[in-house]
Nanobody, 127 residues
Framework: VQLQASGGGLVQAGGSLRLSCVAS????????RGWFRQTPGKDREFVAA????????HVSTSVEGRFTISKDIAKGTVDLQMNNLKPEDTAAYFC?????????????????????WGKGTQVTVSS
């Protein structure tokens, strides 16, 4: 599985960005997709996750009410709509593919649960 994230950039505080992640390749199954973010010297932080089958989704409390995760099955993409961005949202954002079936918050919120990762896309929010 190859993952490609796009949509990062520089935006002023209060602005919006939309990240998109497309998966391709073999072993491309109907599994959970997630978004994580990372700043230098820190561990990857869970942002949001969505099931490919069904309606399960979850966002972290730090972005709840501002970020929305969605999927387009026809296009094979998972998007992260980020509104009211804050300087503390500045990070490299990574999309990830669980690679195994099932949904539980204990699993989908942990970076170690994900088998496949795309390269990060940088989001910088200026104050």
């Amino acid at each position: 599985v190859q993952l490609q994230a796009s949509g990062g950039g520089l935006v002023q505080a209060g602005g919006s960005l939309r990240l998109s992640c497309v998966a391709s390749g073999s072993n491309f199954g109907p599994y959970v997709r997630g978004w994580f973010r990372q700043t230098p010297g820190k561990d990857r932080e869970f942002v949001a996750a969505i099931s490919w089958i069904g309606i399960s989704k979850h966002v972290s409390t730090s972005v709840e009410g501002r970020f929305t995760i969605s999927k387009d099955i026809a296009k094979g993409t998972v998007d992260l709509q980020m509104n009211n961005l804050k300087p503390e949202d500045t990070a490299a954002y990574f999309c990830a593919f669980l690679g195994t079936p099932g949904w539980s918050l204990a699993i989908v919120t942990k970076s170690s649960s994900y088998a496949y990762w795309g390269k990060g896309t940088q989001v910088t929010v200026s104050s």
